[in-house]
């Protein structure tokens, strides 16, 4: 008698459970549809907002009285950052390792007019990076901007020199690239405004022959822009922006007279003011990612996506590679 109250009890129990389940299971279900359905709607708008935007580009903001910290600004890229962005009203801090050098810059800026201060370091050292950022709070405050010139190589260092060794590569495009994030961004998230710029060269979009780790280098800070845009965006950081230009001309120099490239005129060169000034506008636009020139960035974008065998031979049609004439 007892067996069969307990029977009548369980089966009545699970009468119930079974549409419960099948209630939760369609819930489930549900969801799921209307979150692919969320997911491809706003894909749909970000590609039609992006196709829109390369046709009538944002509105550029304003860099007056932003104050730009400018690592590398002793040369090339950097020095022409450095100066460009007095011209448009910033007040620069110039940092570079070579004394000479960053006096050059900071005269520049001050025979054009500007407001600029030079600081010496070298990053590749963390002391040195903390040492600085406590010299820069204590003197200027708030830096608003950080752009990180260094690790784009010369062609000198290309094509006559030895591959670097490994740390130090990495301690100078990489490493010191986390330690200047650290120092810098937790004013940046506290005040809910600020712009840090990485550049990466082409070896970021190709092994470059006998120059492994600073191939490994600049995709490793690709890798950092794209993750530090992730982080503010799971954090709802949306005053602070991330800027990643691919500096995809082989050359950023003026002396190429004794180089011989493979297709000259699509991966020429270019002069520092030219990349400085394209830089620029991309992130006075906000940005997240751009290359100079500007259309080579769906090139880098196509290599992504195409398969193993397919992005080789592009890259064998399009080889950067030089010798001396």
């Not at 950023?252 to 020429?268: A, C, M, N």
Request: proline share 5%; with cysteine; net charge neutral.
């Amino acid at each position: 008698m007892e067996n069969r109250q307990l029977d009548t009890i369980f089966g009545f129990i699970l009468n119930i459970m079974f549409p419960i389940k099948f209630l939760l299971r369609v819930y489930s279900l549900g969801i799921l549809m209307i979150d692919f359905m969320w997911v491809w709607v706003n894909a749909a708008l970000a590609i039609m907002q992006a196709t829109y935007e390369l046709f009538w580009p944002p509105p550029m903001k304003s860099l007056n009285m932003e104050t730009a910290l400018v690592i590398g600004s002793g040369r090339g890229v950097g020095r022409e950052l450095a100066i460009q962005l007095s011209d448009l009203g910033a007040i620069v801090l110039c940092v570079d390792k070579n004394i000479a050098n960053n006096k050059n810059t900071l005269e520049a800026i001050k025979r054009r007019g500007g407001s600029a201060l030079s600081f010496t370091c070298d990053i590749t050292k963390k002391q040195n990076v903390e040492e600085l950022a406590v010299q820069v709070r204590k003197e200027i405050g708030f830096v608003s901007m950080l752009f990180n010139c260094c690790g784009i190589p010369s062609p000198r260092s290309l094509l006559t020199q030895p591959p670097q060794d490994i740390h130090e590569t990495l301690d100078l495009t990489l490493t010191s690239f986390f330690w200047l994030i650290d120092q810098f961004i937790p004013a940046m998230k506290a005040k809910n405004r600020g712009h840090i710029v990485a550049l990466t060269s082409v070896a970021g979009l190709s092994y470059i022959k006998d120059q492994m780790p600073l191939s490994v280098a600049q995709f490793a800070v690709q890798g950092l822009a794209e993750s530090l845009m992730e982080d503010l965006r799971i954090n709802r950081i949306d005053g602070v922006h991330v800027t990643l230009t691919h500096i995809y001309p082989f050359i950023v120099g003026e002396d190429s007279s004794e180089l011989r490239l493979r297709i000259p005129s699509y991966f020429g060169t270019i002069t520092p003011q030219v990349a400085a000034s394209s830089i620029l506008e991309s992130v006075r636009r906000n940005y997240p990612e751009a290359s100079v020139p500007k259309h080579l960035l769906f090139l880098g974008h196509l290599l992504r996506i195409l398969p193993r065998k397919a992005t080789v031979l592009i890259r064998d049609l399009l080889d950067t590679g030089v010798d001396f004439a």
